[in-house]
């Protein structure tokens, strides 16, 4: 064995122990390795003193680990049926009983042999089999199990019960919330608790209690005959109207921004289109097609096949000059495909749209004071005037990217045979919404 191991020359001449920081508890911990000098510049009493201060670093390293959060790391990997592992158990167990009492002891071996679940280990094995999600949407459900957990504890998840349950209903409507430094809105503990209940009610389907209808979460927010409810937040937003929407645009080339060109364009297609921002921001050449109608003027066919939902992967057809225009002009100029290959990827979601979302807004605020439109103002606008014209319900919603309001045309027809229907449709709406330059 190398006299060095584990100890670590400093720039002066001194050598100091370097105790390495297992990895499951790295975290924990907050370091990969502890340094501690030894007090001597010779490499054999160096060696000689670091047994005694490893010894001394370890002990501190496991006095700060919760046993609970090993118990939950071990029961992923541990086999309680092997007899080895099982004898392991139960002398960790009594090790723990000695430092930190019985039950700390019992709930220790419990959560290692898998007979009962914390919430935190059932949150994590959410999380990772909940891969369909957004990210931005699984950090607030995350969020959301953290937050119950700093105030109850994490306790057994079989072992919540509906009185407990409600107490922290209680507790969060009294919540006041970090930014307004008012108690939360019903639509935000809602949400809260909408989390809790679908990893409650996830669990009770995995087996985790007995009663997989298990869960204290359900109807939690009913409120009781004659209690006065909190006014919900009403939305005022409106459809953005033309000469508003051409004002904004004018605000944007008249100033001096990193990614006019993309704020320009972006303004021009929602108009037109109705599309929402993010899905204009992830189109390639692949999905335009340049072409031409039966009277021989320039028709242009996007395909959006990113969004919410199925219903939002659709084909649409423009026939604005200007729209049609600034398509012609960002696939001649496309980097690796990209329409807009200026903007970078950011934010949960690792979105185009995340960092000019907040310039176009900042734009907007500066402009219009109190404005009661944003930039889904842009589809609002596309959807009246789809309805103004008096559109085909079904052609109406797949022009949104929203589910077909009949059976037959949301199971037996998704529309791709529809496009003389569209081409049609989206001229008279053309008619109805006009030019913005």
């Not at 959060?69 to 992923?76: F, G």
Request: hydrophobic share 35%.
């Amino acid at each position: 064995m190398s006299i060095r191991k584990n100890l670590r020359q400093r720039t002066g001449g001194g050598w100091a122990v370097v105790y390495y920081v297992p990895d499951e508890f790295r975290e924990l911990i907050g370091k990969r390795e502890i340094v501690r000098g030894l007090g001597t510049k010779d490499i054999h009493e160096a060696n000689r003193r670091k047994h005694k201060v490893l010894i001394q670093i370890q002990k501190e390293v496991f006095d700060r680990i919760d046993p609970l959060k090993e118990a939950a790391n071990l029961a992923v990997t541990i086999n309680p049926d092997d007899d080895p592992e099982e004898v392991y158990l139960i002398s960790k167990a009594e090790e723990i009983e000695r430092q930190k009492g019985y039950t700390t002891a019992k709930q220790y071996y419990d959560i290692a042999t898998r007979k009962v679940v914390p919430v935190s280990m059932a949150l994590d094995q959410w999380l990772q089999a909940s891969d369909g999600i957004q990210q931005s949407t699984l950090n607030r459900y995350k969020i959301a199990v953290k937050e119950f957990i700093d105030w109850g504890g994490d306790v057994p998840i079989a072992d919540l019960t509906r009185r407990r349950a409600g107490d922290y209903f209680e507790y969060l409507k009294q919540t006041l919330s970090p930014k307004t430094k008012r108690p939360y809105a019903p639509k935000t503990y809602n949400a809260k608790l909408k989390a809790l209940s679908s990893l409650w009610r996830w669990c009770g389907m995995r087996g985790y209690f007995e009663d997989h209808n298990h869960n204290p979460w359900r109807g939690i927010a009913s409120s009781a005959p004659g209690e006065r409810k909190k006014p919900k937040t009403v939305k005022t937003l409106r459809p953005i109207y033309r000469e508003e929407a051409q004002t904004w645009l004018r605000a944007i080339n008249d100033g001096t921004f990193k990614h006019k060109s993309a704020m320009n364009d972006l303004i021009i297609l929602a108009w037109h289109t109705g599309v929402r921002a993010n899905d204009l921001c992830e189109l390639t050449t692949d999905r335009v097609v340049f072409d031409k109608d039966d009277q021989e003027s320039e028709v242009v066919w996007i395909t959006i096949i990113s969004g919410k939902s199925e219903a939002n992967t659709r084909i649409l057809p423009i026939v604005s000059p200007e729209a049609i225009k600034a398509l012609q002009q960002r696939v001649k100029a496309a980097e690796n495909n990209e329409l807009f290959p200026e903007l970078t990827r950011a934010g949960e979601d690792n979105k185009k749209y995340h960092n000019l979302q907040k310039t176009i807004n900042r734009i907007r605020t500066s402009t219009f004071k109190n404005a009661p439109f944003d930039m889904h103002s842009f589809r609002r606008r596309f959807s009246s005037a789809c309805e103004d014209v008096g559109m085909d319900p079904v052609q109406w919603s797949r022009m949104m990217g929203h589910s077909a309001p009949t059976l037959a045309a949301s199971v037996y027809n998704k529309g791709h045979k529809a496009r003389k229907r569209l081409l049609t449709g989206i001229k008279e709406v053309h008619e109805e919404l006009g030019e913005l330059t």
